[in-house]
């Protein structure tokens, strides 16, 4: 007797079909890394020397700082949320360290990290039960640490310093500076805590919607001040690891840096609106930003005009975002 075929057969062999929804989902997913991989190969055509090692680990290095503050960002970001101050604070820090190690030695760098941490808590406490706007209350600490970084020190630098500041810098491992294993460092204790944490849950919580995780029983004002707090400690550490990489101390130092990072965390996919990121992304936005700048340089494009194409590049990541999020 012949078998009657199957009428299942035919559609049980052939592949399942992504619906539209899956492929904008898996697209979104994997989107920021083709950009990067894009972006890479076609300056590496244009220029070979963009891929040349030297200039590999010259790009980690510059990212490390911008990617250190990138982080912190990401978590205050994630709160619907934002830092104008951090870069502020991380200057105040460095020059802090510097000005205390002749005194107290290490326990200087502490103090730095004690400072900026308490700044970041202000924020957030002014925004948390204060109910100021993030925008206003960042913007004020910004402009206050700017005077307080020149009046520290009549507004001049610190410099030659050594011993245990210098050391923190003063080593490389694979070939590669410290400073980006601290910073990778800090990228993978942040992403940890972000994403496997209650902190961490409650942080995309209170940004996804704010009253939700009141009436749920997260107790938002205590996270939005930590997060601005953790925000402020680790402008504490990129400072702190700045002056040691240029043993100096400078009030001048990282001009217009706060807005690279709130471009990176951008670049990466953090929605401003908050609930939405994450740790890895940001790197990759940082690494982006940080490629871009080495390949206009490398091409001799000149200073205005890279600040022309950073601008589009944040414009379009900002207007895919949104085009992802009504597609939703």
Not at 38 to 65: G, Y
Not at 149 to 156: H, K, Q, R, W
Not at 202 to 228: K, P, Q
Not at 257 to 265: F, G, N, T
Request: proline share 3%; with cysteine.
């Amino acid at each position: 007797m012949n078998a009657v075929p199957s009428a299942a057969t035919p559609s049980a062999s052939r592949a399942p079909r992504l619906s539209r929804d899956q492929l904008l989902r898996r697209l979104q997913q994997s989107g920021l890394l083709i950009f990067f991989s894009l972006l890479v190969i076609v300056f590496a055509i244009i220029r070979p020397e963009f891929v040349s090692e030297a200039n590999v680990k010259n790009i980690l290095q510059s990212a490390a700082i911008v990617g250190i503050l990138a982080c912190g960002q990401t978590i205050v970001m994630l709160t619907g949320g934002f830092d104008l101050s951090i870069a502020r604070n991380a200057v105040v820090a460095g020059l802090v360290a510097a000005l205390l190690t002749a005194h107290i030695g290490p326990l200087a760098g502490l103090a730095a990290l004690a400072v900026s941490a308490g700044v970041g808590l202000v924020n957030g406490t002014l925004i948390a039960r204060g109910r100021v706007n993030p925008f206003i209350v960042t913007l004020g600490t910004y402009t206050i640490l700017g005077s307080v970084a020149l009046l520290v020190n009549n507004g001049e630098s610190v410099s030659g310093l050594d011993g245990w500041v210098t050391s923190l810098t003063g080593w490389r491992a694979l070939g590669f500076s410290s400073l980006v294993f601290w910073f990778f460092g800090v990228a993978v204790l942040t992403h940890v805590l972000l994403a496997y944490t209650k902190f961490g849950r409650h942080v995309y919580a209170v940004g996804g919607n704010l009253e939700a995780s009141r009436l749920s029983g997260v107790r938002s004002n205590r996270v939005l001040t930590i997060a601005y707090g953790l925000a402020g400690l680790l402008a504490g550490v990129a400072g702190i690891l700045l002056t040691s990489r240029l043993s100096t101390a400078s009030p001048a130092a990282l001009p217009g840096v706060e807005l690279d990072a709130i471009a990176a965390v951008i670049i990466g996919g953090t929605r401003m609106s908050g609930g939405f990121g994450s740790i890895p992304r940001t790197i990759v936005g940082v690494l982006i930003l940080t490629s871009l700048t080495s390949a206009l340089v490398i091409l001799q494009v000149a200073t205005y005009w890279q600040g022309v194409l950073k601008g589009a590049i944040i414009i379009v990541a900002v207007a895919v975002d949104v085009a992802f999020s009504r597609r939703r």
